[in-house]
């Protein structure tokens, strides 16, 4: 079965400064990957998704992606945060055809400082 | 708004008791997932559904059910509830029933068991 680590529980990270949320996922094959963010008493919103092609994935709100099969790894960057990127990060993943619900990491908790 | 309609958004119940979950799907949506979201556990996926039928199960307790309506709409329903069952409760809709097509997240339901 399929599962998600997100080793960071809480991270801060300063105004402007950038960001790389990390995530790591156990699959046999190739599985399609999801970043989502929940913000303070909201549902989670879908940032992006890879499924095949370009390992580099685009993102809304200016997140992006990146696939690492080496190293099962689909961390999520941004280069410049913004104090409304507070929020709460879940990476997840689904495997096979995709017929399966999607397994959820524990999530990252993303402070914003001045 | 994402679509996906929660009720109640708050609700505090005593030990024993019994309640009732409501969501109703985006508009041409046919899935719908209940998850759990709780400090220790995170998001644990508990059921779906797709037009009608149990899909997929999951973490689900014995004393939870669900089920989804010929309108779709779905309902959870939570019986002798103890104090570990509070939690915030998120159901999620899909075009299809696969992963790959997204999920939109209703903005859940909080309960609080005393």
């Known amino acids: 079965a399929q599962s998600v680590t997100q080793p960071d529980i809480h991270i801060t990270v300063s105004e402007g400064a950038s960001l790389e949320l990390r995530c790591n996922y156990s699959?046999?094959?190739?599985?399609?990957l999801f970043w989502y963010v929940q913000s303070p008493g909201q549902g989670l919103q879908l940032l992006l998704k890879y499924f095949s092609g370009d390992t580099l994935v685009q993102g809304i709100k200016g997140f992006e992606a990146e696939f690492k099969r080496s190293q099962s790894s689909f961390n999520l960057r941004k280069p410049s945060v913004h104090w409304s990127d507070a929020a709460e990060y879940f990476c997840a993943v689904v495997g096979g055809s995709g017929n399966t619900p999607l397994v959820f990491g524990k999530g990252t908790r993303l402070s914003v400082i001045a | 708004d994402s679509g996906v309609t929660q009720t109640p958004k708050h609700l505090i119940t005593a030990t024993g008791q019994r309640v009732t979950l409501r969501c109703s799907p985006r508009?041409?949506?046919?899935?719908v997932y209940w998850y759990q979201q709780s400090l220790d556990q995170g998001l644990q996926f508990l059921i779906q559904?797709?037009?009608?039928?149990?899909?997929a199960k999951g973490n689900i307790l014995e004393r939870f059910s669900a089920q989804q309506f010929p309108d779709l709409h779905s309902e959870l329903n939570l019986s002798s509830l103890e104090l570990g069952d509070s939690a915030l409760y998120f159901c999620?809709?899909?075009?299809?029933?696969?992963?790959?097509?997204?999920?939109?997240f209703g903005s859940g339901t909080r309960l609080t068991v005393v």
């Open positions: 508009s041409g949506d046919l899935s």
């Open positions: 699959y046999g094959a190739t599985p399609y």
């Open positions: 559904y797709y037009n009608g039928e149990e899909r």
């Open positions: 999620a809709s899909s075009v299809s029933g696969r992963a790959l097509s997204g999920y939109t």
